[in-house]
């Protein structure tokens, strides 16, 4: 386990472990009351056979874990689960899971009874969206306390439930607003200034938004300097907190913002409103209505910091791109190159016909490799390895434009549904409209648009179906009328 410098839940609260109460429930209510309850059970078991669980009802279970990493796998695996079958049920058969992470004596028979009360109002609580969200993750305030920040930038600020204060996950399909702040070591002033502002304006400002803050300094991986760098140049929002003057600005922060404004890309700038209580002057550049003052000292500033996290969430909602009403079905889509993964390939953008056409809903934020796997399975078997090859050519010709030629990036062999609800029968061919590669960070995105075809689309003597729409022959203008 690698949060709070490798301790387990065990060296931090004694004889506490982490209880998980996960209850599973339909979607929408049975009105005519004939539907067998779902077994959590069964359900689990789907995932791991071998895990062991208490049932509290049919529907309702609790588990236990030394650490949340553990935990966190199984909420992983149950947002999957979720995915790859819900999109084969019928509305009135869909699932959805809530889950309860709480930290007690697992000896004290009082805190199972005390996580199966709090599963079941939070279960009531997410039935309005269940559809939407068939996921919905919960965790005490202590348990938010004892995460490490990386792990705490998965929640939302704190909620109060059945009389118990609670943070929620945030949703699969929320957009990264990435943050730069000062670091500073553990327990540093700087550190726990930037946590402050992190925790008490930023998250709270994100609230009602589409957008998920995270730390840049809380990145993980092999590539963390590459992945600041893509964050800083393709996330939809940046906020920037300068730090307290009186210490310098922190060079990295000014590097930071400095590729940001770059790029021409929606930011905001924090800075505290004075240093040690006189005012202060910003650099030039900086001085425009994208700055928003926060206070430096917090005792006494209560209402002062309310109006201060209204304003940042005013300025968040206020320069959030509109989405563009689409003609056709389109979508954005990044993919990192020479990620043996395939986790950060994602759909970073969808319009509404694109959920229709794929028969999918919440495409933006889903993974690349999964999407493709569910078009697939709706194609006839012929047309799916043509299909496959001939777009890793096309995304071949775009990596190594020099080689081919950038007008031979067209693609010939569409997508053609042997099974939909709306479309079957029919053919759309995927057309790469616009593209860029960012070379530090080694990713592709891409702008596709999906064009009916069916009209012009056959059976090829190799077995598969083609679309014959060339610009081979011109158009013959010798004869006109007069």
């Given amino acids: 386990m690698d949060n709070i410098e490798g301790k387990n839940i065990s060296d931090l609260f004694m004889m506490d472990q982490l209880i998980m109460a996960i209850g599973l429930d339909y979607a929408i209510e049975d009105e005519k009351q004939g539907r067998e309850t779902p077994s959590i059970k069964a359900s689990l078991h789907a995932l791991r056979p071998a895990l062991a669980l208490s049932e509290i009802e049919k529907n309702k279970a609790t588990l236990t874990f030394d650490n949340y990493d553990d935990a966190e796998e199984l909420i992983k695996e149950t947002y999957k689960y979720c995915s790859d079958t819900n999109d084969r049920r019928t509305p009135e058969t869909t699932l959805y899971f809530t889950i309860l992470l709480i930290i007690g004596d697992t000896n004290a028979p009082v805190i199972f009874a005390k996580a199966a009360n709090m599963l079941a109002s939070l279960v009531q609580k997410g039935k309005e969206q269940a559809s939407i969200y068939p996921v919905r993750v919960y965790i005490t305030h202590d348990t938010y306390e004892y995460l490490a920040p990386h792990q705490q930038d998965l929640y939302h600020s704190a909620i109060e439930v059945a009389s118990t204060v609670v943070h929620q996950r945030f949703s699969e399909d929320a957009q990264r607003c990435f943050v730069v702040s000062p670091i500073g070591l553990e327990g540093s002033e700087i550190r726990k200034r930037a946590d402050l502002v992190f925790e008490r304006y930023i998250k709270l400002a994100c609230e009602t938004t589409p957008f998920r803050p995270v730390r840049g300094e809380m990145m993980r991986g092999n590539y963390i300097l590459s992945d600041v760098l893509d964050a800083l140049q393709s996330d939809p929002m940046v906020i920037v907190y300068l730090g307290p003057p009186k210490l310098g600005w922190n060079p990295n922060v000014m590097i930071e913002l400095g590729i940001r404004i770059t790029t021409g890309a929606p930011y905001i700038v924090l800075k505290d409103s004075t240093s040690d209580g006189e005012p202060y002057d910003l ?200």
């Fill in 283 to 482: 650099p030039f550049d900086l001085k425009d209505d994208r700055v928003v003052d926060i206070p430096e000292y917090e005792e006494g500033n209560a209402e002062l910091a309310v109006i201060k996290i209204r304003t940042i969430r005013d300025r968040i909602t206020g320069i959030i791109v509109p989405q563009w009403d689409e003609i056709y079905p389109s979508a954005t889509v990044d993919m990192k190159i020479g990620d043996p993964t395939g986790e950060a390939s994602k759909y970073t953008d969808a319009s509404r016909q694109l959920e229709t056409l794929f028969d999918l809903k919440r495409i933006i934020g889903r993974e690349v490799r999964f999407v493709i796997n569910h078009l697939l399975a709706m194609m006839p078997f012929c047309q799916r390895q043509p299909f496959i090859e001939e777009q890793q050519s096309l995304i071949a010709k775009l990596l190594f434009p020099t080689l081919s030629g950038i007008q031979s990036v067209r693609a010939t062999i569409p997508i053609v549904f042997q099974t939909h609800q709306k479309y079957k029968g029919r053919a759309f061919l995927p057309i790469i409209v616009r593209y860029n590669f960012n070379k530090p960070t080694n990713v592709l995105r891409i702008r596709v648009l999906y064009v009916d075809v069916t009209s012009v689309t056959k059976l090829d003597e190799k077995g598969y179906y083609v679309c014959t729409l060339t610009d081979a022959e011109g158009i013959d203008v010798s004869v006109r009328q007069s």
